[in-house]
């Protein structure tokens, strides 16, 4: 069964250092997303991606992060200069369309010290 | 703006109980869909079912069932017989509009099942 792959499961890293997080989504997926999840809180939506652009974001997604589509498989997020507040669990998801199951990838941790 | 809603932090049953987990939600929008995922100890998010707002038929795949009442915003979830397998956290989930551009979570429910 095709799935979401997401690299690396856990990171660890000095606050101030940038971070990637990358993401292979299903193969004819059109419709991308980052997700991050604090530590025993709710899943919180940070951006969507279609079409080579950001088609969506949260107030979390500010000027610090970034994302990219650079070869036509991954799907990464770039975070600038990590915060404290940054570590949580990642997720990457993507859908065939808009409108409706999300398929998400087992999550990156990351850990900012 | 969208609202979900899990009042239930925690819920324990003993194994082959029947369990419901509640989920209420808020929106201005007449076109939504509403999910639910399984977090299991592993931490991936498994994705349960997806209802849209038109259809408020209950559904039932398995020891599964969703029970979607517009009239009370509310899209709860019944595992019937439950199994230790099913420990998980629950989430439930909306989007408006029609599309799932952005899903909107609740809080999660942590179900523990004993043997």
């Known amino acids: 069964e095709p799935e979401v792959t997401q690299t690396p499961s856990h990171q660890v890293t000095q606050m101030g250092q940038e971070v990637i997080l990358r993401c292979v989504p299903i193969s004819n997926h059109l419709y991308f997303y980052w997700y991050r999840q604090i530590l025993g809180q709710k899943v919180e939506f940070l951006v969507s991606f279609y079409n080579n652009e950001i088609s969506e974001k949260s107030e979390i997604f500010d000027d610090q992060f970034s994302v990219e589509r650079p070869d036509g498989s991954n799907f990464t997020l770039k975070i600038r200069s990590t915060k404290l507040e940054d570590s949580a669990m990642y997720f990457c998801a993507s859908s065939e369309v808009g409108n409706g199951e999300l398929f998400f990838g087992e999550g990156s941790r990351l850990t900012v010290l | 703006a969208q609202k979900v809603t899990q009042a239930q932090t925690e819920i324990s049953v003993v194994e082959k109980e029947d369990v419901t987990l509640d989920c209420v939600y808020e929106?201005?929008?007449?076109?939504?869909?509403l999910f639910w995922y399984k977090q299991p100890p592993s931490g991936e998010l498994v994705f349960l079912i997806r209802r849209n707002s038109f259809d408020e038929q209950n559904e039932i795949s398995g020891r599964y069932s969703w029970n979607f009442q517009k009239s009370t915003s509310s899209f709860n979830f019944t595992i019937t017989a439950s199994q230790v397998v099913d420990s998980a956290v629950y989430f439930c989930a909306l989007s408006e509009s029609g599309s799932a551009r952005q899903l909107t979570f609740g809080s999660g429910t942590q179900l523990t099942v004993l043997p």
């Open positions: 929106t201005r929008d007449t076109t939504y869909y």
